[in-house]
C-alpha cells in the first residue's frame, strides 16, 4: 500500500552540504518527497521528538546532536515507503550499513548518521505530525 514516512537529515549531514545528494537517494528508490522543511531544533524540542529514547545513555548527546545545527524534516511517500526508506538509509551504525545505503556512504558514527526514519506505520503517522500540518502534506 502507499505509505508516507517521517524522514529528519540530520545536522551531520547538513552541515556537509548533503541534502541533495541524500535526497537524490530517497527520490531514485521511489519515493516522493511529499513535504520538507530545513528548521533548527531547540534541544528541548529534539528533547520531546525522541522522548522514547529518554532512558537510554545516549539520550543527551543524542538531543544536543540534533540541535546543533539544521535538520531538514520530510514526509517521503510511496509503495511501503516505510521499510523501503529503512533499506536505502541502511543499518543505524555505519559499520554495519550494506553498501550503496546513505549511512553506509555518508554517516560518520552511530550517533552522527546523517538520517533519521520512522520504524513503524504508528510511528510514523505520530512523528509526521510532530512536525507537519494536513495542510503542509502535498501528495
Ligand atoms: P535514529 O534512527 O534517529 O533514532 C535514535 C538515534 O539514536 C539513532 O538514530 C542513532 O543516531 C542514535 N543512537 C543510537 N545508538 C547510539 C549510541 N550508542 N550513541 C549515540 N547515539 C546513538
Not at 537524490?24 to 522522548?51: N, W
Not at 529503512?86 to 546513505?102: H, L, Q, S, Y
Not at 548518521?113 to 510532530?130: L, R
Request: charged letters at 20%; glycine letters at 8%.
Amino acid at each position: 500500500a502507499t505509505e508516507r514516512t517521517l524522514s529528519i537529515i540530520k545536522p551531520d549531514a547538513t552541515n556537509r552540504n548533503l541534502t541533495g545528494k541524500i535526497n537524490a537517494k530517497f527520490e531514485d528508490a521511489g519515493l516522493r518527497i511529499v513535504a520538507q522543511k530545513r528548521i533548527h531544533l531547540s534541544p528541548a524540542q529534539a528533547g520531546k521528538f525522541y522522548e522514547v529514547h529518554a532512558e537510554r545513555p545516549f539520550y543527551g548527546e543524542l538531543c544536543e546532536f540534533m540541535a546543533s545545527a539544521p535538520v531538514v524534516v520530510q514526509v517521503l511517500e510511496g509503495e511501503g515507503a516505510i521499510a523501503k526508506n529503512r533499506e536505502v538509509m541502511g543499518a543505524t551504525n555505519p559499520a554495519d550499513a550494506a553498501a550503496g545505503t546513505i549511512r553506509a556512504e555518508f554517516a560518520l558514527s552511530v550517533g552522527e548518521n546523517s538520517v533519521h526514519g520512522s520504524d513503524a506505520p504508528e510511528t510514523a503517522a505520530n512523528e509526521i505530525a510532530f512536525f507537519f500540518s494536513g495542510l503542509e502534506l502535498v501528495g
